[in-house]
C-alpha cells in the first residue's frame, strides 16, 4: 500500500529535496506541495494525502493552525500530520502537538531517519517515545492550558489499568517497554492504549500523551 505525503514548506528547495527522497521509495508517493498552511489545508483535500510533512513557520497561515483546521475536519480524520522544525521554538512544537500532530522532526534530519518517520506516523503510531522527545514534552506540558486540549475525556472514564498505562505512554514509554514494566504481553500493552485512545477520543498515541499531562495523569519529571 502506497503512502501519500503532501510536502508543506516555504522553502521548494527543501520541498525538492523531500520530493527526491521520499518519490525513490516504492511505498511512497508526493502527492502535492503547499507553500503556505492554507494552501495545505486545501491540497489535503484535494490530493486525499494519508500524511502531512508540515513546516510550522509558513506565511499565510502557519502549520500550527493548518494542523489544527486539519485535525478538526472529520473528512480527514485519517491523515496524520508530521511537523518539521528547527527544534529552536520548542513551545511552538508543543502546540502542534495539541493541534493535532503526531510527531516532530528536525529538518537536519538523517534521510534513513525521515523514511522511517514517514512510515511509522502514517501507521498510526507517533515520534514521542525517545527520551530528549519526553523531556520536551515534560517541559512544556507540565503546565496544562485547558483551553487547548483536544481530548475529550476524563481520567475517570478509564479503568484504572488504562489510566496506569496512559501514563507510562505520557511518559514516553512504548508497547514493549509498558508490558516489561507491568509483567503483561506486548499484545495487552497495545489494546489497553488502543482503548485508552477510543476513551479519550486521541487520534494517535501523540494525542494520548498530551492527554496524559493535561489531565494530570503524569507530570513533568515524574514517574511514579
Known amino acids: 500500500m502506497t503512502i501519500r505525503v503532501l510536502l508543506a514548506d516555504d522553502q521548494a528547495l527543501l520541498r525538492a529535496t523531500f520530493r527526491l527522497l521520499l518519490d525513490a521509495e516504492p511505498d511512497l508517493e508526493v502527492v502535492g506541495e503547499a507553500a503556505t498552511g492554507a494552501q495545505a489545508v486545501a491540497l489535503v483535500r484535494d490530493t486525499r494525502a494519508d500524511l502531512v510533512l508540515m513546516d510550522i513557520r509558513m506565511p499565510d497561515m502557519d502549520g500550527i493552525e493548518a494542523t489544527r483546521r486539519i485535525s478538526q475536519d472529520e473528512d480527514l480524520s485519517g491523515v496524520r500530520i508530521l511537523i518539521l522544525t528547527t527544534f529552536d521554538t520548542d513551545d511552538l512544537v508543543v502546540a502542534a502537538l495539541r493541534a493535532g ?99 479519550t477520543g486521541a487520534r494517535d498515541r501523540a494525542q494520548l500523551v498530551v492527554f496524559a499531562y493535561e489531565t494530570g495523569l503524569v507530570r513533568a519529571g515524574r514517574l511514579d
Do not use: C, W, Y
Request: aromatic share 2%; proline share 5%.
Open 101 to 199: 500532530a503526531s510527531g516532530f522532526l528536525g529538518k537536519g534530519v538523517d534521510p534513513a531517519d525521515l523514511l522511517q518517520a514517514v512510515r511509522t506516523v502514517a501507521a498510526g503510531e507517533s515520534l514521542l517515545s525517545p527520551r530528549a522527545t519526553t523531556t520536551l514534552i515534560e517541559r512544556f506540558l507540565s503546565q496544562p492550558d485547558p483551553a487547548a486540549t483536544t481530548v475529550a475525556a476524563v481520567p475517570g472514564e478509564l479503568t484504572a489499568r488504562e489510566r496506569e498505562i496512559t501514563a507510562l505512554v505520557g511518559a514516553g514509554l512504548s508497547n514493549t517497554e509498558i508490558a516489561d514494566r507491568l509483567t503483561i504481553s506486548t499484545a495487552t500493552a497495545k489494546t489497553h492504549v488502543n482503548r485508552a485512545m477510543m476513551k
